[in-house]
């Protein structure tokens, strides 16, 4: 079985540019979140997608990022514009369903100069 | 208060040791609490998970839950250099349907030879 899949797998840009990561999770996978992992910290929950639609997104910084999962299968998270404090790895995972294992991708890692 | 703690590290234990990691955790509703390995550059990886109070072994790994005190904790027996990494505590809040992950900062482990 083929796991979650992302891209691009690292990526420099300089502060004010945009940005955008893709996401295709495991097959059949109804659940599909995206995370920032800061170095040093643990994983935190940008947004959380149940098919196409989202469930949550209380810590998205609405004002600079977005996401869609428009055919509820794979997904793009965007910033725009980007800040120095956006450096971080962007971990997306999916689940069967909402109460299921989660699966995490490679992570993509952002580093903004 | 932190929703979930951890103690960063490094914890350093000799090969063969038992490695002891710990975690508090605030919310006293929260019901699920996972264990996750981080590789350094690499994605989480579910290593246990724990529902109800006591113990729960597979393999060299113990996880240990106690609601009353809000703590759990993972016992790695006979550690091994390749059990050198990030552990992270994970806690399931919400309600079913809805629910997110919630991570600690993370211990780093490190196994010597």
């Known amino acids: 079985e083929a796991g979650v899949a992302q891209s691009p797998r690292y990526k420099i840009i300089e502060k004010r540019q945009s940005v955008a990561f893709w996401c295709n999770p495991i097959?059949?996978?109804?659940?599909l979140y995206w995370y920032q992992q800061i170095l040093g910290q643990g994983p935190k929950l940008l947004i959380q997608?149940?098919?196409?639609?989202?469930?949550?997104d209380s810590q998205l910084p609405k004002d600079r990022f977005s996401a869609e999962r428009l055919k509820g299968v794979d997904s793009t998270l965007k910033i725009q514009p980007a800040k120095l404090e956006d450096s971080a790895v962007y971990l997306c995972a999916s689940s069967f369903d909402r109460d299921s294992e989660q699966f995490f991708g490679p992570g993509t890692r952002l580093t903004v100069l | 208060q932190k929703e979930v703690e951890q103690n960063s590290g490094p914890l350093s234990v000799p090969e063969g040791a038992i490695a002891s990691l710990n975690c508090t955790y605030s919310?006293?509703?929260?019901?699920?609490f996972f264990w996750y390995r981080q590789y350094s550059g690499k994605s989480p990886e579910l290593i246990m998970s724990i529902y109800s109070n006591g113990d729960k072994e597979d393999g060299r790994f113990t996880a240990q839950l106690n609601k009353a005190s809000q703590y759990v904790s993972l016992l790695i027996r006979d550690s091994q250099p390749s059990d050198s990494a990030t552990y992270l505590c994970?806690?399931?809040?919400?309600?079913?349907?809805?629910?997110?992950?919630?991570f600690g900062t993370g211990t780093r482990l490190l196994v010597s030879p």
């Open positions: 997608f149940q098919n196409n639609g989202v469930v949550d």
């Open positions: 097959s059949g996978h109804a659940t």
């Open positions: 994970a806690v399931r809040k919400g309600y079913t349907g809805f629910q997110k992950l919630v």
């Open positions: 919310d006293r509703g929260s019901q699920s």
